[in-house]
């Protein structure tokens, strides 16, 4: 079974400030998914991104960037430049192969963007 | 917008009755999941209707039960109403596989009483 810890329950930060996201998971296979979800106010989860176990480059995406170690088990996510509308709880949530999409969800960081 | 869309988006029960929830996927879609989220806890799979069949279980009892149309619309149903069931409950859509990426709808807030 995976596990996933997100220690930081709320996070509140200033408009324009960087926000970063840790994510711990757990799990007995060797090959997985890592994935981030948002959830604004309205309920529907968003899908942010994805990376591979096996692929531990650290990307950017706008300014969404995430940093992957896999000796760590950690896959933290960080939010250059917060905007209100950032405002949401955030999912780390690993996958397994042959899963079913079965998405093994944290209890997520709620984060606060002051305008 | 995700274009997977939930029926009723709220609702009140009394316990031991049984409610019916519904949930139309995006277009091309055939594979519908479904998800119970607790106030202040992360969503939690109850299952995966993959071409009709139920295709995975997560850790809920039998009087959750689901079913998929030919259309791949679905439905959660839950019997004898407890008031743990109290919650968001998630249905996502996704084209078979094992992508990870999910489109989930607003969700159907359930309130048993």
């Known amino acids: 079974a995976q596990k996933v810890t997100q220690a930081q329950t709320e996070i509140s930060v200033v408009e324009k400030e960087d926000v970063t996201l840790d994510c711990v998971y757990e799990t007995r296979d060797t090959t997985y998914y890592l994935f981030w979800y948002k959830q604004p106010p309205s309920g529907e989860l968003v899908f942010l991104i994805r990376r591979n176990s096996f692929d531990e480059q650290n990307e950017i995406s706008g300014r969404y960037s995430w940093n992957f170690q896999k000796s760590t088990s950690s896959f933290n996510f960080t939010i250059t430049a917060s905007q209100v509308v950032d405002s949401a709880v955030y999912f780390c949530?690993?996958?397994?192969?042959?899963?079913?999409?079965?998405?093994?969800f944290g209890k997520g960081n709620q984060v606060v963007v002051i305008p | 917008e995700t274009g997977v869309t939930q029926s009723p988006t709220h609702l009140i029960k009394t316990r031991g009755q049984q409610v019916t929830l519904r949930c139309s996927s995006q277009?091309?879609?055939?594979?519908v999941s479904w998800y119970q989220q607790a106030l202040g806890q992360g969503p939690q799979f109850i299952f995966q209707?993959?071409?009709?069949?139920?295709?995975g279980r997560g850790n809920f009892p039998p009087r959750f039960s689901g079913l998929q149309f030919p259309n791949y619309s679905s439905e959660l149903n839950v019997n004898a109403l407890e008031l743990d069931d109290s919650a968001l409950y998630l249905c996502a859509s996704s084209f078979g596989g094992d992508s990870g990426e999910l489109f989930f709808g607003e969700g159907s807030r359930l309130t048993v009483l």
């Open positions: 949530a690993p996958l397994t192969p042959y899963g079913n999409n079965r998405l093994a």
């Open positions: 277009s091309g879609h055939n594979t």
């Open positions: 209707y993959y071409r009709e069949e139920e295709n």
